[in-house]
C-alpha cells in the first residue's frame, strides 16, 4: 500500500514538473530525449539535402560535387560549365514512412517533391524557353543510382543535369530550395543550396576545311572541300593541297581577344594559345604534335577588328612536309584567349582517298571502252546518251536514267549513280535492266570502277 502511495505521488510530482516546465522536456518519462512519444506527433521529419554537381560527358550528373567556397559556403560554378542538381532525400528516422517521390512517368512527382530556384533557367528538355523563377522544378528530376545508396533504408537520390551559357542565371548568386513530402504527409525541412556563378564565358573555335589558294597567292579560298552531312565527315583527293580552317571568335560578355601568333619566332601561330593536332602522322609530324607553327607559313589570317574574330589557316601539302596518308583522319584544335580562358575542343574528321578527275581518270577509260561511234559515240550515240571525251560530265550528272530510278550519276553517292551498278552488272539490283557496261567487251577490273567511284564521292566535278 505504501509502495503504491510512492508511485502515485511520484507520478503527481513529474506531471507538475512538465506543466511548470511548459512541457519543454524537463523530465522525460520516455527516456526517448523527445518531447513525447514516437508518433505522438513530435517526430523527425524527412530529410532532404541539396547539390550541385558536374555533368559526365553523356550529359549525366556526374556524382562530384562542384567546389565550395569555405567562407560563403556557396557552390562555385564556372560560367559556361554544365551542371546538375542533386537532391538526396531519407525517410524520418523515427517512423517507417516511405518517400515516394517518382511518379508513373519516372519523373519527380510535384505532389511530394518541391524544388525551385530563384531566378528563370532555360527547360533543359527543349532548350526553349526559360521557366519561371520559383516555379517547382520535379517533373525536370529522375531518380539517380548511386553506389552509396545503401547507406540508409528508403533513401532516394534525385537529380536534373542542364547545359552551359544560356540555361545558367544570369544572377549572382543563384539559390536552389527543394523539400520532400513522405506518405504521411510531413514535409521535410527545406534545404538550400547557393551557387556562385565565377569567371567568364570561354571563346568559341570552329574548324572546317577548304580548297587552297593557288601557289604564291596567301588569301584564303572561300571554298569548302566536300563534305558529307549525314556522317558529318568531309573528303578529299589524295595529292591535293588543302586548308586546315579556324575560326576563332571572342565571348561577347568578357569581349577577350587572341594573341594567336607568335612574332619572335617569325610569325607563325603561337603554340602556348593555339593548340592543333592530328591523330596521325603528317609527313614529318607525328601524331598528337602541335601543328601551331605551321599557321600563318602559306595563307594569311583575316581578323575582324570590329568583333575581334579571327580566322587562321594551315595549308597541307607534300611541300610544307605534312601529307596527309590515305584514310580517316581527325583532327582536334583549341585556342585560348587573353584572359587565359580555353576553348572547347574544335573536332572535325576528313577522309582522304585516291584522288580521280574526270579528264585524267575517268574520260581515259570511258573513250575507248563506250564512247565511240557505234556504242555511246556520236554521231547517233545509243539511247541518245553521249559518253565522248567533252560530253560525259553533261549527260550523265545529275541527269535520270532511263532504266532505273536513278541518277546517272548523283554527286558525292556512287550507290545512288547508275553507271556504277551498270559497270558492276547489279543494274537489276536496283530496278534497271539490260546488259553490263562495256556491252560485248571485257569487263572492268575492279580497280577502274573504283576510279570512278571516287571522282563521284569528290563530286563528279567537270574536271
Not at 505521488?9 to 511548470?20: D, I, K
Not at 550541385?52 to 567562407?71: C, H, K, M, Y
Request: charged residues 20%.
Amino acid at each position: 500500500m505504501k509502495l503504491g502511495l510512492a508511485l502515485l505521488a511520484l507520478s503527481l510530482l513529474s506531471l507538475t514538473a512538465c506543466v511548470q516546465g511548459g512541457g519543454s522536456g524537463s523530465f522525460d518519462l520516455f527516456g526517448s530525449g523527445d518531447d513525447g512519444p514516437p508518433g505522438g506527433g513530435n517526430t523527425a521529419p524527412p530529410v532532404a539535402h541539396l547539390a550541385l554537381e558536374s555533368v559526365n560527358t553523356d550529359g549525366a550528373p556526374s556524382g562530384r560535387s562542384l567546389p565550395v567556397d569555405p567562407q560563403t559556403g556557396e557552390f562555385q560554378l564556372e560560367r559556361g560549365q554544365a551542371f546538375a542538381i542533386v537532391l538526396v532525400a531519407e525517410p524520418s528516422p523515427d517512423t517507417d514512412a516511405e518517400l515516394d517521390l517518382i511518379d508513373e512517368t519516372g519523373a519527380g512527382d510535384p505532389a511530394t517533391l518541391v524544388v525551385t530556384i530563384d531566378r528563370p533557367v532555360r527547360d533543359p528538355r527543349t532548350l526553349g524557353e526559360f521557366l519561371p523563377a520559383g516555379e517547382n522544378l520535379a517533373a525536370l528530376f529522375r531518380e539517380l543510382v548511386r553506389d552509396d545508396d545503401a547507406g540508409t533504408a528508403g533513401a532516394l537520390t534525385l537529380g536534373v543535369a542542364f547545359g552551359v551559357s544560356d540555361q545558367v542565371p544570369s544572377e549572382n548568386p543563384f539559390r536552389a530550395v527543394g523539400t520532400v513530402t513522405d506518405i504521411e504527409a510531413t514535409e521535410s525541412v527545406q534545404a538550400e543550396a547557393a551557387v556562385q556563378i565565377v569567371g567568364s564565358l570561354p571563346p568559341s573555335l570552329a574548324m572546317s576545311f577548304e580548297e587552297a589558294p593557288d601557289p604564291g597567292t596567301r588569301d584564303f579560298t572561300e571554298q569548302p572541300l566536300i563534305r558529307n552531312d549525314s556522317t558529318e565527315q568531309w573528303l578529299v583527293g589524295s595529292g591535293l593541297r588543302w586548308v586546315v580552317a579556324l575560326i576563332a571568335t571572342p565571348n561577347a560578355e568578357s569581349a577577350a581577344g587572341f594573341d594567336l601568333i607568335d612574332e619572335d619566332h617569325g610569325g607563325v601561330g603561337d603554340p602556348t594559345t593555339l593548340n592543333v593536332t592530328a591523330n596521325v602522322d603528317l609527313g614529318n609530324v607525328a601524331a598528337g604534335e602541335n601543328l601551331a607553327a605551321f599557321f600563318h607559313v602559306e595563307i594569311d589570317p583575316v581578323i575582324d577588328d570590329g568583333t575581334g574574330e579571327q580566322k587562321i589557316g594551315l595549308v597541307l601539302d607534300v611541300a610544307a612536309g605534312l601529307e596527309p596518308p590515305l584514310g580517316v583522319l581527325e583532327f582536334q584544335a583549341t585556342v585560348m584567349d587573353e584572359l587565359g580562358r580555353s576553348s572547347s575542343a574544335a573536332v572535325q574528321v576528313i577522309e582522304v582517298i585516291p584522288n580521280s578527275t574526270l579528264s585524267q581518270d575517268v574520260q581515259p577509260m570511258l573513250t575507248p571502252s563506250c564512247g565511240f561511234s557505234g556504242c555511246h559515240g556520236p554521231p547517233f550515240p545509243t539511247q541518245g546518251l553521249d559518253l565522248s571525251d567533252g560530253a560525259t560530265h553533261g549527260e550523265t550528272v545529275g541527269i535520270p536514267s532511263l532504266q532505273a530510278p536513278l541518277n546517272l550519276v548523283e554527286p558525292l553517292d556512287p550507290e545512288l549513280s547508275y553507271i556504277i551498278h551498270k559497270l558492276r552488272n547489279t543494274q537489276r539490283d536496283v530496278g534497271g535492266n539490260g546488259r553490263r557496261m562495256p556491252d560485248n567487251r571485257p569487263a572492268w577490273a575492279e580497280a577502274q570502277i573504283v576510279l570512278v567511284e571516287n571522282w563521284i564521292r569528290l563530286g563528279a566535278k567537270n574536271d
